[in-house]
């Protein structure tokens, strides 16, 4: 743990490099509240948590910018939350009032909230659907040989699920399907452990792999929302900076990975 005075030098790098996104000096750090020592004594605090791995030196002459390890002890620690004003309160309030809708239409509506409220990019990742089990599975038949498979999950999740087949098949015997996916699949977790077994008909047996298959592979699209990323711009003089942001936010895998690191 850090003692008073490494820490009040630690919150005030990471609050000065969020604003500016530039390495911090040891003379600005000096003034900043909390801190109130000489510059000498900065630094040789900068260097010390710079060896602990709080901060990092970018070049020999510059300041010093947080870490990840800096990062999560200024959000463990240091981090505290703050009210919202009347207007955010109100317009959070009003949201929840009116939300209603399938649980992936909630998420985005709920990320563009927080992109408002926060005036910052704002970063949504929906529950995991290999946690959650199956309430009820549907083959519905569309046009010709393309149908969806319609899974609704203990989560709130509704997967929905194109699949081409082979061939045209009948209402009937999409029914049948439907009914051998409901028998195998309901109270299941939705993940490549679930195994249909065959009916004995082969056009059957194809049309419930297929589908199973389609479902299956959905659980590996983790459902990420991103909204207020337009914002960001202001806050990096570098073009590139911005660039690597923005890149950074459309991987899906990135955020994810992120996120849940959180």
Known sequence: MLDER???????????????????????????????????????????????????????????????????????????????????????????????????????????????????????VGPRAEIAVVRSVQVVGLVGRHVTVVAVLSNGVVENQPVELAGEISEVRLAAVTAHLQAHMVGRALDSGVRIPPTGDRELDAVCTAAAGALEGSVADEHVFVQGAATMAHAFDAVDTVRSVLRALEQQYVMVTLVRDV
């Not at 790098?13 to 004594?41: D, K, L």
């Open 6 to 124: 490494k820490t009040a030098i630690l919150r005030a790098v990471v609050q000065e490099y969020i604003t500016t996104a530039q390495p911090v000096g040891s003379t600005h750090i000096a003034n900043a509240p909390g801190v109130r020592v000489s510059s000498a004594t900065v630094r040789n605090e900068m260097a010390v948590l710079e060896q602990e791995g709080y901060l990092a030196q970018p070049h020999t002459s510059a300041g010093r910018i947080p870490t990840d390890k800096g990062y999560r002890f200024f959000v463990d620690h240091m981090a505290q939350p703050g009210r919202l004003d009347t207007q955010a309160t109100q317009q959070v309030g009003a949201f929840f009032e009116t939300a209603h809708g399938r649980l992936e239409e909630l998420l985005h509506q709920t990320t563009n909230l927080l992109a408002q409220v926060s005036h910052h990019a704002a970063v949504v």
